[in-house]
């Protein structure tokens, strides 16, 4: 996930890296990453250049220069909840907003977008349910990359939820927020393998608890490795962990664990 190959001084975690971004595709192939998740946290759409031809032909030529691709996109902004405000100049302005981070992103070649659909947005308010399928069957652009819908629903429901919208969607999945939300993984997996197009390497501890280093929390990855390999899954990987104090400590440390995982797989 873009923002955890570098320094951001005064930056949260969950943020484009202003000041380093273009340093990171040469510090995620120096570790041995082949690929990075770009980032739209809604702070800096100003200067995040996916959102201008001249800044998506850098990202293009940075990706050939280190041999690392940008797949995916994170729709961080989505996380303030505007887009169901009841205030409908403001919900208006999001939707346009999130229609042009579609745009950007189908034009820079990505092919997934994603949406966190916690917090303001939780599929646990029904509510919430109603009015984000009419968000999604009816306002936004179909020429666009796949959506992926990361939540804090269990599987069964979010299947019950995915029998509304079309095949244009698909889950990301992510092994830490699952565990903190005591689900059962494997049998999670087994459920929604279909509809899983990206799993989120990440750690927390038990019963809604911080995330920390791979390995450190209470995710049980040995026991959910064998389970991807045993449903045969075979979608892409992003890390989303912390970089506490320094980044390449960290990415490394990091980086070593998932690929005694993803050897698993074979």
Not at 206 to 229: A, P, R, V
Request: glycine residues 6%.
């Amino acid at each position: 996930m873009q923002g955890r190959l570098s320094q951001k001084k005064d930056q949260p975690l969950q943020s484009f890296p202003i000041k380093t971004w273009e340093d990171e595709f040469k510090n995620a192939s120096l570790i041995g990453f082949n690929k990075i998740e770009w980032l739209i946290d809604g702070l800096s759409d100003d200067i995040n250049p996916i959102f201008s031809e001249d800044g998506r032909l850098k990202i293009k030529k940075l990706c050939r220069e280190n041999n690392v691709s940008v797949d995916s996109v994170c729709g961080h902004f989505m996380m303030s909840g505007d887009i169901l405000s009841n205030d409908k100049d403001i919900s208006s302005m999001e939707l346009k907003k999130l229609n042009s981070a579609l745009l950007a992103s189908k034009n820079a070649g990505i092919s997934f977008f994603s949406i966190p659909l916690m917090g303001s947005l939780s599929l646990k308010n029904e509510n919430n349910k109603f009015r984000i399928l009419d968000l999604f069957n009816n306002y936004i652009s179909h020429d666009r990359p796949m959506i992926l819908l990361e939540t804090d629903i269990d599987a069964k429901e979010l299947r019950d939820f995915f029998k509304n919208l079309t095949n244009e969607f698909g889950v990301l999945y992510d092994l830490g927020n699952a565990n903190a939300l005591n689900f059962d993984i494997c049998s999670e997996l087994k459920m929604l393998k279909d509809l899983i197009k990206e799993i989120h390497i990440k750690d927390r501890k038990n019963h809604g608890g911080e995330s920390c280093s791979l390995g450190m929390g209470g995710t049980n990855f040995q026991e959910i490795f064998s389970t991807l390999k045993e449903i045969n899954w075979t979608g892409d990987f992003v890390l989303e962990t912390p970089i506490f104090n320094d980044w390449e400590v960290e990415a490394r440390k990091n980086y070593s664990f998932s690929s005694n995982l993803l050897n698993l797989l074979i």
